[in-house]
């Protein structure tokens, strides 16, 4: 049973515009929340992430918004760019303790494709 | 900095054959993970070692044994491959940025294929 999901397999977008990306989890014990973006044929890369105090965590073009009620998150990219093509995955953290290490749970991942 | 880097890049195993899967990291971070990634399954995590000298299992161990050699080196095992093992696998790691979770940083894969 998949805690995180990504129902949402591939996107594509238009150049300069708008990139959403959601994401909806069903275990209420995570209480932080991160995106990772991936190019073929390397690791994920962190992106942002934002804590379950906040409902929003903006840095550049990125916002993510946090919907707890809802148990539902989104990724904003504003402008897309063709550099932004990749694959980008939610993941969430639970009972978080710094000295056990953070585990992370992570979605099935979004495909974007931005057209030029 | 290199980062996280793994060993080797690809493999091809026949089932029933064994092989080790090196990880290390030069950022001094405690915390070390691996994950495999299936086709619309994201990264599932395997093993993680919080700190040199322990190790817990994570969501799929079943098939898979680990070391962490010291805060550097942290080791997977598959002792009998199977093909339901073909999988990339990353290794990633983790330490104190400050905030309230880590991030992690992940290695380049090894892509693996049993047949």
């Known amino acids: 049973d998949q805690q995180v999901k990504q129902n949402s397999p591939s996107l594509s977008v238009q150049e300069g515009r708008i990139s959403i990306l959601n994401c909806d989890y069903t275990n209420s014990m995570f209480d932080y929340f991160l995106w990772y973006k991936k190019y073929p044929a390397e690791g994920p890369t962190f992106l942002i992430s934002?804590?379950?105090?906040?409902d929003k965590n903006e840095d550049g073009r990125f916002t993510v918004f946090l919907n707890k009620s809802a148990k539902h998150l989104s990724l904003h990219i504003v402008p897309s760019q063709p550099g932004d093509s990749a694959v980008y995955f939610c993941a969430a953290s639970a009972g978080w303790i710094k000295a056990a290490g953070n585990k992370l749970t992570f979605g099935g991942g979004t495909r974007v494709l931005v057209k030029p | 900095n290199a980062g996280v880097t793994q060993t080797p890049k690809f493999q091809v195993l026949k089932t029933g054959q064994s092989m080790t899967l090196q990880c290390a990291q030069d950022m001094n971070h405690n915390s070390m993970y691996w994950y495999r990634q299936d086709p619309g399954m994201g990264l599932r995590l395997i093993y993680y070692?919080?700190?040199?000298?322990?190790?817990d299992k994570g969501e799929v161990p079943n098939g898979y044994n680990v070391s962490r050699l010291n805060k550097r080196e942290f080791s997977l095992r598959l002792e009998s491959a199977a093909p339901s093992q073909t999988s990339v696998y990353f290794c990633?790691?983790?330490?104190?940025?400050?905030?309230?979770?880590?991030?992690?940083?992940f290695g380049p894969g090894t892509r693996l294929t049993v047949l």
């Open positions: 934002i804590s379950s105090i906040k």
């Open positions: 070692s919080a700190s040199e000298g322990t190790t």
């Open positions: 990633a790691s983790s330490g104190t940025s400050g905030r309230d979770v880590d991030e992690q940083f």
